[in-house]
């Protein structure tokens, strides 16, 4: 696991956006795994930015995202891919049809968990971009979910729930249930690039960092990945108050 340590959020985005603006360039028909948060939205504007300045081109990128909330149409303001598309997607040249987020729409969320499985399965992820859970969850995958898992629908913890009140009006609106790559559909991606800023995130990283892989830390398993990279903040590494 490669750490590599910034001062803050604006320095994290735009490592982060290099790191990935490297790979299109190098291989403008990538796949790329794709998270949502607060995290990301920072290198999400610095792709944009390298995408207007001619540097990049999205023309022949495929994307996967991580999760999706249940309960939650596509177009309200706070689903993924309302998300996906208001940050990223629509002011880029990515194709629609290479855009694929979890489709939780339908009663039978099993079948489409299924479905979206299957997608995964035939893809090869070049890169998988995560944030991390103040509890360590990568993707939705809450403390002590089987490193085993495939794409499921989860209970989201309340922990998690009250972490992302801040998108909704209340708590009420916050979904109970999500949908989400498994931690196995995680770890097959050829490389994994995690970003973490921000105090609220020091507990994680400080388990992480450390070496230890469990599964009530489930963001441990990045230790097993042979090409895995940390980006961190001074907030979130704890070194400042
Ligand atoms: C988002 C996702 C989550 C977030 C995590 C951190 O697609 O899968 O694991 O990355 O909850 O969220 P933020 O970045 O909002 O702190």
Do not use: W
């Amino acid at each position: 696991m490669q750490v590599i340590k910034v001062k803050n959020y604006e320095e994290l985005s735009k490592v982060a956006a290099e790191i990935i603006a490297n790979l299109v360039k190098e291989k403008p028909d990538c796949t790329l795994g794709l998270a949502t948060g607060s995290s990301p939205i920072g290198l999400y504007q610095n792709l944009i930015k390298k995408y207007e300045a001619g540097e990049i081109s999205f023309k022949n990128v495929k994307t996967y995202n991580l999760d999706e909330y249940c309960q939650l149409p596509k177009s309200h303001p706070e689903s993924y891919y309302s998300f996906m598309h208001r940050n990223l997607f629509y002011h880029i040249d990515i194709k629609e049809e290479n855009v694929h987020i979890p489709n939780s729409e339908g009663n039978d969320l099993q079948k489409l968990c299924d479905e979206y499985n299957d997608l995964l399965h035939k893809a090869t992820i070049d890169l998988q971009l995560l944030g991390i859970g103040a509890n360590g969850h990568i993707g939705f995958n809450e403390p002590g979910t089987s490193f085993e898992q495939e794409t499921f629908v989860v209970k989201l913890t309340e922990k998690t729930r009250q972490d992302n009140k801040r998108f909704f009006n209340s708590i009420d609106e916050v979904p109970t249930y999500a949908m989400t790559m498994g931690i196995k559909n995680i770890m097959q991606a050829k490389k994994v690039l995690l970003v973490a800023s921000g105090a609220n995130k020091q507990e994680a990283i400080k388990k992480l960092l450390s070496g230890e892989v469990t599964e009530s830390c489930p963001a441990t398993i990045l230790n097993r990945h042979k090409d895995a990279i940390i980006i961190v903040d001074e907030a979130a590494l704890g070194l400042v108050k």
